[in-house]
């Protein structure tokens, strides 16, 4: 994988301990039709 | 979109759910789950705020989550759900 | 400050059922004026018990209370219904929309104008073949003429995008480009599903059910067309013949809706996990039951119990089952498969070997048939 260093000076797009929350997915698009067991 | 001023669109119903919440647009048919509670939250203070950043700041929102409420928020707008403050 | 915990997976989240149904399929009536072959309701007559105008309205005002944004309104023939007007319109007034199937026998000129008129309604034409060779074989004589013609009716009307509703069988997989050039000639959207061994369809089922060559056809011809193309996530049990990256999953939750995000209420008001499991054992009860629909959808012993974390049971060894879930407990139950068992169009062919040792004579019947009388020729006598 991707070696990180540890000397980034600006703060948003550097890899911090928490990447869980960069990659939050707080919203999602389903189609109205695209569950199972409906006509 | 944390400078920008949005409503969520007249035509959309929200409803609760144990994770978060159902967004329906009536007109476009769109269904989209807003998947943490949180998100519910800072949709229901955007009309009391003038910006986004504002709502998000109300709402305890910690500054580290902010990019992931941004393409949150961005997405809702693509699709409709909420749309640009009128006035 | 930690950061919160990322949101668990959607499909998770749903698993264990939501508040209220996100939408419903609701029989009106199980009176019919076809008798298709492979029906999922086995319907043909009306039942003498079915809820009444009044009864309807009022499942109408507890859905609305529950916030069920739209309701599929089917049957039998949901147009047969004299009320059948006065129910979507009583709906779509307490801000459920509505789409309806219908085979189309009831929409003249005059009727798809009064339907064009009206807002959030949506329209699923059934139709199961390209030509009337192959359609009318399963939906009976004049079957596909009727369908062209509503359709006709529709475009005439400027309804609008309607939808083209297809069972997909062994004798129209070939047909699924036709059906797409037949749909985007008349402004529609086409939907594909999938046949389940249910009502009638038990009986077809053997002799109409894609083969393993043809589900990877479907497959791979969702994947390269579907685009624009629903499935109602009916071939969700399909992905297991994929490597389980976002370009070989089809669209859809990926997973059994029933009792968890959709049911069924049938026309005399019991309500089913889902309309392709019309028997006693998916039954949650009935609208007409103190509590009505509400208190069914919230605390029935059968749809708590649906809600529960399921194992993966006889598949627990196999690698797709993450891809498949295990396919469709309508299609196991009616080929006498135990839920915990391999769909019986497993794609890793699991489900054929289970099936071998299903006992022809004790499979589920279902509890009530309201298929027309076959017509017996009368002897006439010289006398």
Request: hydrophobic fraction near 40%; aromatic fraction near 8%.
């Amino acid at each position: 994988m991707d070696e990180t260093t540890v000397t980034a000076t600006q703060d948003d797009t550097t890899v911090e301990s928490d990447d869980l929350v960069e990659d939050e997915l707080l919203v999602e698009e389903i189609s109205i039709d695209g569950m199972c067991g409906v006509y | 979109m944390l400078d920008a001023s949005l409503d969520l669109h007249p035509r959309v119903a929200l409803r609760p759910e144990p994770f978060g919440a159902l967004a329906y647009h009536y007109e476009t048919r769109r269904l989209v789950f807003l998947k943490h509670p949180d998100v519910v939250r800072v949709i229901k203070a955007l009309a009391a705020h003038d910006t986004v950043a504002d709502a998000l700041t109300a709402c305890d929102i910690d500054r580290h989550r902010w990019a992931s409420f941004d393409r949150a928020l961005t997405s809702l707008y693509e699709s409709e759900m909420l749309h640009d403050r009128c006035s | 400050m930690t950061a919160a915990a990322s949101a668990p997976a959607l499909v998770d989240q749903l698993k264990g059922g939501l508040d209220a149904p996100i939408c419903l399929t609701w029989e009106l009536t199980y009176a019919c004026n076809l008798e298709c072959v492979h029906c999922l309701s086995s319907s043909g007559r009306r039942d003498p018990h079915e809820l009444s105008t009044a009864e309807a309205k009022a499942v109408l005002d507890e859905l609305h209370d529950l916030q069920v944004f739209y309701i599929n309104i089917g049957g039998g023939e949901p147009m047969i219904r004299r009320d059948f007007f006065e129910l979507v319109e009583y709906s779509i007034a307490k801000g459920i929309g509505v789409k309806f199937s219908t085979n189309g026998a009831f929409i003249d000129a005059t009727k798809a104008r009064r339907l064009a008129a009206m807002d959030y309604l949506d329209i699923q034409i059934s139709l199961d073949g390209t030509d009337a060779v192959t359609n009318d074989a399963v939906r009976g004589t004049g079957s596909y003429a009727t369908a062209i013609a509503a359709m006709e009716h529709l475009r005439d009307a400027g309804f609008g995008e309607f939808k083209i509703s297809v069972v997909v069988t062994r004798h129209n997989v070939d047909q699924l480009d036709r059906f797409k050039a037949l749909a985007d000639d008349y402004g529609a959207q086409l939907r594909i599903t999938r046949l389940r061994p249910s009502g009638r369809g038990a009986e077809s089922w053997h002799d109409l059910h894609p083969t393993q060559a043809q589900q990877r056809q479907i497959y791979e011809w969702l994947l390269a067309h579907g685009d624009r193309v629903l499935t109602g996530d009916s071939f969700f049990h399909l992905n297991a013949l994929g490597d389980g990256s976002a370009g070989a999953t089809l669209q859809g939750l990926n997973l059994c809706g029933a009792g968890r995000v959709v049911c069924l209420i049938d026309p005399v008001g019991d309500v089913y996990a889902c309309p392709f499991v019309i028997h006693d054992e998916f039954k949650a009860g009935s609208v007409r039951d103190p509590g009505g629909f509400a208190r069914i959808w919230t605390g029935s012993e059968l749809f708590t119990e649906l809600r529960e974390p399921e194992s993966a049971g006889a598949c627990t060894s196999c690698g797709s089952y993450d891809a498949c879930q295990g396919g469709c407990m309508a299609a196991k139950f009616f080929v006498g498969i135990p839920l915990d068992g391999p769909d019986p169009e497993c794609v890793g062919g699991h489900g054929e070997d289970a099936m071998l040792t299903a006992d022809g004579a004790t499979l589920p019947r279902p509890m009530m048939d309201h298929s027309k009388p076959a017509r017996v020729p009368v002897q006439l006598t010289r006398r």
